[in-house]
T-cell receptor, first 112, second 114 residues
């Protein structure tokens, strides 16, 4: 099973690009990497998902190297409203007990 | 319209009691989930369920049981509540039966066991 590690916290300033890296050394062949954002007192919200290389959508990019042992969520030009906890999720299409796991979350604080 | 809703939002109860948390999704999704988020913000899946398959996280005590009256609802029943059950419980849903599908989370139910 993939052990998921990500930084506990990060600080940034408005307008900067923020990169949050997730380590998943034991990722399985059929595992996908998904990132969620969570604001206080709310449920997590999907940001982006990928399997390999690079994925980009309107809010973020996800970089996955060839060995897939890590992934980096990139948030371009963050604003104060991006202050939240970001979770890395690694899991496969066929769910089986513990094979879908979240990292502990990275608390991002964006300062003015 | 709320996509995934949970009731109650807050639940305070005593040890040993039995309680239920309700979840409804109006997205027409096929799969629903229950998660537990502890005080350190760790998110852990408890169950995933569609009309064909219930998958249980083996670490979840059998005091916890999901019950689905129909595809739009997945309620969580907890028997003999313990102090360690205090947490925020999230319901979620996804469109298909593949768990890599984007999940939509409810607002959470904060359970406090005294």
């Amino acid at each position: 099973l993939a052990k998921i590690t990500q930084p506990i916290s990060m600080d940034s300033y408005e307008g900067q690009e923020v990169n949050i890296t997730c380590s998943h050394n034991n990722i399985a062949t059929n595992d996908y990497i998904t990132w969620y954002q969570q604001f206080p007192s709310q449920g997590p919200r999907f940001i982006i998902q990928g399997y390999k290389t690079k994925v980009t959508n309107e809010v973020a990019s996800l970089f996955i190297p060839a060995d897939r042992k890590s992934s980096t969520l990139s948030l371009p030009r963050v604003s104060l409203s991006d202050t939240a906890v970001y979770y890395c999720l690694v899991g496969g299409e066929r769910y089986n007990n513990n094979d879908m796991r979240f990292g502990a979350g990275t608390r991002l604080t964006v300062k003015p | 319209d709320t996509a995934v809703s949970q009731t109650p939002k807050y639940l305070v109860t005593q040890m040993g009691n039995d309680k239920s948390i309700k979840c409804e999704q109006n997205l027409g999704h096929d799969t629903m989930y229950w998660y537990k988020q502890d005080s350190k913000k760790f998110l852990k899946i408890m169950f995933s369920y569609n009309n064909k398959e219930l998958i249980i996280n083996e670490t979840v005590p059998n005091r916890f049981s999901p019950k689905s009256p129909d595809k739009a609802h997945l309620n969580l029943h907890i028997n003999s509540l313990e102090l360690g059950d205090s947490a925020v419980y999230f319901c979620a849903s996804s469109q298909g039966t593949s768990r890599v599908d984007e999940q939509y989370f409810g607002p959470g139910t904060r359970l406090t066991v005294t």
